[in-house]
């Protein structure tokens, strides 16, 4: 596809409940991240992937999140038990990782809301 | 681990103004630097970029940044802004992994 794609656009959960949220990169890139984006903040990092391993995912806050890859190209981030806390604004970026150059392209986010 | 700072949450400007928006960060190495760009009602498109070489740099729609390695600062100009810049402006860095570290973002108005 041209650019980043992220489904749903918007969900609305109860606390306790279970959220799935999906990302579709920009074809051929390797690299996939998610983030975070709170009222008033910038985004904050979750977790990376390159190909379908997640290389780093010292950013997600706790147990209950949790992502996965696959195949290399889609990915999804899961989230348990869902909090209030948790409301936020989350946002997936691609990159091809040229070494040493590569460049995060954003996808339009998809704003979740616990109530 | 590294931080960024923007200075000015938002920023009010007469159509025609020149603007600076400041941007400083914490890592003592080598860093990739970026600015992106929110437009009303979309979502985060880069707007310029840092990795090596000449520390001035053009981006798109006129914008440029300067990178200066003593003041660990990559402020954002542009000289003339159009009611259309309004936006909210985000600084991140790239230090020595893959993710990137965002300041909080400066929304800018532009009023015409």
């Known amino acids: 596809g041209a650019g980043v794609s992220q489904t749903p656009s918007n969900k609305v959960t109860e606390k306790g409940k279970y959220v799935e949220l999906r990302c579709d990169p920009i074809?051929?890139?390797?690299?996939l991240y998610w983030y975070r984006q709170s009222l008033g903040q910038g985004p904050e990092f979750l977790i990376y992937?390159?190909?379908?391993?997640?290389?780093?995912d010292s950013g997600l806050p706790n147990d209950r999140f949790f992502a996965v890859r696959p195949e290399g190209s889609v990915s999804t981030l899961k989230i348990q038990r869902t909090e209030r806390g948790d409301s936020a604004v989350y946002l997936c970026?691609?990159?091809?990782?040229?070494?040493?150059?590569?460049?995060?392209?954003f996808g339009p986010g998809t704003r979740l809301t616990v109530l | 681990a590294q931080s960024v700072s923007q200075h000015n949450h938002h920023v009010i400007l007469s159509e025609a103004a020149s603007l600076e928006l400041g941007c400083n960060y914490s890592y003592g190495g080598t860093v990739n630097l970026f600015w992106y760009v929110q437009y009303p009602g979309q979502h985060l498109q880069l707007l310029l970029k840092y990795f090596s070489g000449d520390p001035l740099v053009k981006g798109i729609k006129g914008f440029e940044a300067e990178f200066i390695k003593s003041k660990f600062s990559f402020n954002l100009r542009k000289p003339s802004v159009q009611w259309s810049d309004t936006a909210e402006y985000f600084c991140?860095?790239?230090?020595?992994?893959?993710?990137?570290?965002f300041g909080k973002g400066t929304k800018l108005s532009v009023i015409p």
């Open positions: 970026a691609s990159s091809s990782t040229r070494a040493g150059r590569d460049t995060q392209y």
């Open positions: 991140a860095v790239k230090a020595g992994s893959y993710q990137l570290t």
């Open positions: 074809s051929g890139h390797t690299a």
């Open positions: 992937f390159q190909g379908t391993g997640a290389a780093d």
